[in-house]
């Protein structure tokens, strides 16, 4: 278990704070790219790492992003005007660029030269393969986009899809490198039912073993196949918010990424990439939502979309007959067995009072190579693991039968190296 002090370190994210410092160092996955249609678009609302920011995209076709606040006197900037290569205050007609910049001040005497010691806050973005990234951290130059596989690849070869949950983000990070909650949490009751009410495997007690790596930790956790061959899920966890997991139901890399909004808001993106070629419909749909009954409504507020209409309020949509004769929960997906009980923990969950098993070595590591990134940060200042390698993140999760004599390290290491031209590793 974690101290209070350690947990409010882990999990705290706004400005100012360790872990906040360290998120912002590296890359945040902020929009679709669809989430800005058009130059000179309506703005967006939107909150990340705990500040209220609007995103707009400007005549050039740049995406911008700065504090919703106006800085002249705190007219919030989503009612702006986005026009001619920037965003106009509709308070007092005040406009920025995307770099911050009042280039224009329209209620100021012609000769004035005050427009030009006026700056918005504005964070760097960057698009590539349908995503819109934000850079929070205090570099004026942003370091390169992480080598993510999913995110290099032609844009066919991949899909996105996201939604909030309302609870911290390390508790959703946790469940993704959790392996042992698998075989129960997203089961099926009878092995002999159909294979899409959930997962089975007689083997409910994972050997972990961990390795250390340059980009975070990977795993495998070894189950029991056959008197002469171990099953192995290998599972990357790559600083600071990023987990590629096993695959299932085709061989491509599954991955979530672990988006603080603030303290009790998590945007999960979901991705999927095919390296041997375009994905399919089918394929598409495994990562658009199937099963979670659609969103709620959108509204203006910087947390007002992709919100699921399957939630707390409705149990997930739960059936409890089909839990008592079918599955482990009777919850109808697993992104939804897995927001129900993530979200059941509170919004930030309390470590000071979990006992925690052999199973749970991978989120003991994942918490101490997190708050030991952020302590090293506060004190010496260095760049974070990661930060200035885009190229360590090209790598892949993966499952594999391999006889007993075999370690899995030797026998798994070609085909969890990104960019490789060899299938995914799935079984």
Sequence with gaps: MLSIEENEFLTRIGPGTPMGDLLRHYWMPMLLSSELPEPDGRPLRTRLLGENLVAFRDTDGRPGLLAENCPHRGASLYFGRNEEAGLRCVYHGWKFDIAGRCVDMPNEPPESNFKDKVQARAYACAERNGVIWAYMGPRREPPALPALEWNVLPETHSAKWKAVRACNWVQGLEGDIDTSHLYLLHSRLNPDDDPSLGVWHPDLHPRLELVPTEYGVKYAARRDQDEDHYYWRITQFMLPIHVFFPPGGFSGVPGHIWVPLDDEHTMVWSVMANPSGPLTDQQQAMIGGRGNGGYLADTSAPLGRWRLAANASNDYMRDYDVQRTKTFTGIPSI??????????????????????????????????????????????????????????????????????????????????????GLPVAAT
Excluded at 373 to 395: K, N
């Design 335 to 420: 992104f939804l067995q897995d927001q129900s009980v993530t979200e059941s923990m509170g919004p930030i969950y309390d470590r000071t009072t979990e006992h925690l098993g052999t199973t749970d070595a991978m989120v003991i590591q994942v918490r101490r190579r997190l708050i030991d990134a952020a302590r090293s940060l506060s004190e010496s200042g260095a760049a974070p693991d990661g930060v200035d390698r885009p190229e360590i993140y090209g790598v892949r999760s993966g499952s594999v039968v391999l006889a007993k004599t075999v370690n899995w390290l030797e026998g798994s290491a070609e085909v969890l190296r990104a960019f490789s």
